[in-house]
C-alpha cells in the first residue's frame, strides 16, 4: 500500500482544514488506518482511526470533538476533518495503514506511512 496525504496548509486558530490520504494497490480495505502528528521536537503521537470497514473509530482525547476520521473503501481514501484548530494542533501530519480489522494507537503497529503534509496553525 503506498499513500499520499494531501491538504494541509496554514491557517488561523478556530478555522478549519480537510485532510486526505489517497492509496494505490487493491488492498486498501483491509487495512486499517490512522492519521498521527509530529511537532517539533516530539514524539510522533496517535490522532484518530478507523477501522477497515470504517465502523469504528476512535480519537485522541485532544481532538475529540474537533476533528472527524472517514474512510471510502472504494475510492480507497481517508480523510481528517479538522475543525475548532488550535496552535497546539501544528505539525506535520501524516497517514499510515495497518493490515487488520482495528486501528491502533502505537505508531510502530503501522507498516505503511505517506509522506506528511504540513499544518500549521496561527493564533
Known amino acids: 500500500v503506498q499513500l499520499q496525504a494531501s491538504g494541509g496548509g496554514l491557517v488561523q486558530a478556530g478555522g478549519s482544514l480537510k485532510l486526505s490520504c489517497a492509496a494505490s494497490g487493491r488492498t486498501f480495505s483491509m487495512h486499517a488506518m490512522g492519521w498521527f502528528r509530529q511537532a517539533p521536537g516530539k514524539e510522533r503521537e496517535f490522532v484518530a482511526g478507523?477501522?477497515?470497514?470504517?465502523?469504528?473509530?476512535r480519537y485522541a482525547d485532544s481532538v475529540k470533538g474537533r476533528f472527524t476520521i472517514s474512510r471510502d473503501n472504494y475510492q480507497s481514501t481517508v480523510s481528517l476533518q479538522m475543525s475548532g484548530l488550535k496552535p497546539e494542533d501544528t505539525a506535520v501530519y501524516y497517514c499510515?495503514?495497518?493490515?487488520?480489522?482495528?486501528?491502533?494507537?502505537?505508531?510502530?503497529?503501522?507498516?505503511?506511512w505517506g509522506q506528511g503534509t504540513q499544518v500549521t496553525v496561527s493564533s
Open positions: 499510515a495503514a495497518r493490515a487488520g480489522i482495528v486501528t491502533h494507537v502505537i505508531p510502530e503497529n503501522y507498516s505503511y
Open positions: 478507523i477501522s477497515r470497514n470504517g465502523h469504528n473509530t
